[in-house]
């Protein structure tokens, strides 16, 4: 009974202890000034904008933040301006004292989540990155990233519609994702894939039926140029139903 009574007490002022340093806290925010923007994101994404553009973003959106206190601050502004620049998927702002050397001071944190490029589209009109959203990422000369690149007469719309849905499954297979490098779209729409190895084309044609185009072509890679045929060819087709037409150099 006697122990029962002292794990009561304990958990009574264990309770009023986190009561009163919430309080305290929220007290002390009220008088804090913010002295500092502060950046964070994974440095292993593929994409990462420049933090001193962020800061930069931060201070625009809101001119007198260093003359605020951290209960003046409201973070969803922030939030809303950086999640607005294309290479973002998510932002989250957030608040926090830090006791330096015995004396509080207020820091924002601005941290970011940035998007995936899965794919970058080269046409005569420029270039850009998709995610696997279809969301379109500039390129920037501050960041760059290992994706297929995909060439030719693309339109947004194919690129979207047609090919990520093809690039996101050849990258969800582990032969097909190490095994095509590039990707060139003619006039007509037809497809034309540049493997890794053998020094051959495959002529994908209509970007419809990939997988059974592609489940083809695999047969044909175990059955043909697995013996040491793998030079021997110069245009791979697929462009007829379940049939393979093959191109001696």
């Known amino acids: 009974m006697f122990r029962k009574l002292l794990k009561l007490i304990g958990f009574i002022f264990l309770i009023v202890f986190v009561i009163g340093t919430l309080a305290f806290t929220s007290i002390e925010s009220r008088n804090i000034m913010c002295s500092d923007i502060e950046v964070v994101f994974d440095k292993d994404e593929a994409i990462n904008v420049d933090k001193e553009k962020l800061v930069k973003l931060v201070k625009a959106t809101d001119g007198k933040i260093f003359s605020k206190t951290l209960d003046e ?8 301006e950086i999640e607005k620049i294309p290479a973002i998927l998510k932002a989250d702002v957030y608040k926090l004292m830090v006791n330096e050397k015995g004396a509080y001071k207020g820091v924002l ?12 589209v080269i046409t005569s009109n420029g270039s850009y990155y998709l995610d ?58 037809d497809v034309l894939l540049t493997p890794l190895v053998g020094g051959h084309i495959i002529e994908l044609g209509e970007v419809e039926n990939y997988k059974e185009k592609l489940h083809v072509m695999s047969e044909f890679y175990k059955q043909v140029l697995a013996k040491n045929n793998w030079d021997k060819y110069e245009k791979i087709s697929l462009k007829y139903n ?5 191109k001696r150099r």
């Not at 379940?242 to 093959?246: G, P, T």
Request: hydrophobic letters at 40%.
């Open 73 to 80: 601050i409201n973070s969803e502004v922030f939030e809303g």
């Open 132 to 189: 696997k959203y279809g969301v379109r990422i500039p390129v920037s000369s501050s960041y760059s990233t290992n994706v297929l690149v995909a060439s030719g007469s693309i339109s947004e719309k194919f690129a979207t519609e047609k090919l990520l849905p093809f690039i996101l499954y050849v990258e969800d297979d582990d032969f097909w994702n190490a095994q095509i490098e590039q990707i060139y779209v003619e006039e007509d729409g």
């Open 109 to 120: 944190v601005v941290k970011v989540k940035h998007r995936e490029p899965v794919m970058r």
């Open 242 to 246: 379940n049939q393979v037409v093959a």
